[in-house]
């Protein structure tokens, strides 16, 4: 029990002396302890927190030096007793207390001060003793939950039903993990979570070797002693089992991983089999199974443990992410990347992708070091021998779009990448700047290679088509016609022969790569 200086006033013990609050600044300050000084020199004999009575003997002697003293000296307050000697409180002691903020009490009739000191001192130890129980009863619920394994929300629960407060666990992304309302309506304590979880109530980080992925929240407590004991306790508790379950995920992993490289080396051909091992690893059984890799651009680490470290908190967060997105999957880190076979119980298993996509995006780019995500997609088969057949193509379309400068951050497709995916990727070989070059020289090195890369790219993009393309350069047909001929002469090829437009179309996506990559 903590005692404020208000608190011990207001014990039938004090109030038979009739307190008399003379500075009220301070009446709510922790009484740590009770002292009784006479002495002129006791401010020189406490450590702060304590409440000082006295006889005012010191006071009468040097009023203002007295109670300056000891609000210097961190005192909870003063309580003097009037007497014959001191019939009233000096004017300067007041004004020494009132600039110090301590409160200043004087007391009209005499009471016995080891009666308060006996009182005060006994509630103060009951009171630490009581928070010595409470911090033993919070490890042993605790550490009870920890040995047998309780889920997170055993955990929250057991801290709302501690505090008598509701508690809510989170993520890094504000996303709610386990919620314990206590009374309280989820629609209320999480109205708005994502703007107040900062700032509301109390927390406690959760997290493992220095690298916080949740907190713990009490957002209608108070801060206090027990407060943060509970939410300390529970924080380790979840540690722990996020600890366990590391382990746990690391062996599930690598059987993950090695039923894939089966999978893909032909190991393993036969659906049912490859069906069994991948229930028994999680896989849900559903109607599709999509193929993806995520592509992460990771800075290394400042050395091999550190970067490895990274690659695995990739995964980690690859995992969180499907399990905020209700899906499961068999998966295997590829380099500082994900190579994944996904279960689609939904009927439309490219929305379903797109909105795991978009977490696992968000989810991975919090990871330390990671530069950029890149998510490509296979196509979705009802088989799991299928899919793991398209994750070549969706290794492919990753490694495509990372080399695609301002791709945008989703999930992508073979579809979506074509030549110019292609051209993105080749950009750095110099045959392919030869080759752009070679068909683009004769116009790039004439007398206005602007206007005629506009005219060429227009046309191939019209398909050739002269009406469209009059519209669309707001030219008459027979400027057109000039202007056509002159290219044609100029190039010297037929433009109206296919091979012709596909060298052209190619080069000039090659060289729209390789300006994008020179920016």
């Known amino acids: 029990m903590e005692l404020t200086v208000a608190d011990v006033l207001a014990l039938p013990v004090v109030r038979t002396g009739r307190p008399e609050p003379l500075v009220t600044a301070g009446l709510d300050r922790q009484v740590r302890w009770v002292h009784v000084g006479d002495v002129a020199e006791v401010a020189d004999l406490i450590t702060g927190g304590e409440l000082i009575l006295t006889t005012g003997r010191a006071l009468a002697e040097d009023p203002y030096g007295f109670c300056a003293g000891l609000a210097e000296a961190g005192a909870a307050g003063v309580v003097v007793e009037l007497s014959p000697r001191l019939p009233a409180m000096p004017q300067p002691a007041i004004d020494a207390a009132r600039a110090g903020g301590m409160p200043l009490v004087a007391l009209h009739r005499s009471i016995r001060f080891v009666a308060v000191t006996e009182q005060v001192h006994r509630a103060i130890v009951a009171g630490q003793l009581d928070e010595v129980e409470f911090a033993r009863h919070s490890h042993q619920v605790f550490t009870d939950l920890s040995m047998r394994r309780a889920d997170a929300d055993e955990i929250v629960s057991a801290a709302a039903e501690l505090l008598g407060t509701p508690v809510v666990f989170e993520d890094r992304a504000h996303h709610v993990l386990a919620l314990a309302e206590h009374g309280r309506s989820a ?53 722990l089992r996020e600890m366990v379950e590391r382990d746990r995920a690391a062996l599930e992993q690598q059987a993950q991983h090695g039923l894939l490289d089966d999978l893909r080396a032909g190991r393993i051909t036969d659906e049912a089999g490859a069906s ?67 279960a689609c119980t939904a009927p439309d298993p490219v929305a379903a992708v797109d909105r795991a996509g978009e977490l696992v995006i968000a989810e991975v780019g919090r990871v330390r070091g990671v530069r950029a995500v890149t998510v490509g997609a296979g196509p979705h088969a009802g088989r799991i021998v299928d899919a793991v057949a398209g994750l070549a193509e969706a290794e492919h379309v990753a490694a495509v779009v990372a080399a695609m400068p301002g791709a945008t951050p989703r999930v992508h497709r073979a579809a979506d990448t074509r030549l110019r995916g292609l051209a993105a990727m080749l950009v750095a070989d110099t045959r392919t700047r030869a080759f752009a070059h070679a068909e683009l020289r004769r116009i790039v090195d004439g007398p206005d290679p602007a206007g005629d890369l506009a005219l060429l790219r227009a046309f191939l993009e019209t398909a050739g088509n002269k009406t469209e393309l009059a519209r669309r350069l707001h030219l008459s047909r027979p400027t057109l016609y000039a202007r056509l001929n002159d290219l044609r002469e100029r190039l010297d090829v037929d433009l109206d022969d296919g091979e012709s437009r596909a060298s052209l179309h190619a080069a000039l996506l090659f060289r729209d790569a390789a300006q994008a990559a020179a920016t």
């Open 276 to 342: 069994a091992r991948a229930r028994t690893l999680g896989l849900q059984v559903a109607r599709f199974y999509v193929p993806v890799t995520v592509g992460v651009d990771l800075e290394s680490g400042h050395d091999e443990v550190s970067t490895r470290r990274r690659r695995v908190q990739v995964q980690d967060a690859f995992r969180h992410a499907l399990g905020l997105a209700r899906l499961t999957a068999i998966a295997s880190l590829a380099g500082s990347g994900v190579h994944a076979v996904i």
């Open 187 to 239: 629609s209320e304590l999480l109205s708005g979570w994502a703007r107040r979880s900062a700032t509301d109530g109390v927390a406690a980080d959760v997290g493992v070797d220095g690298a916080v992925f949740a907190r713990l929240v009490a957002p209608l407590a108070e801060p206090g002693t027990r407060v943060g004991t509970v939410l300390e306790r529970a924080a380790q508790a979840l540690t």
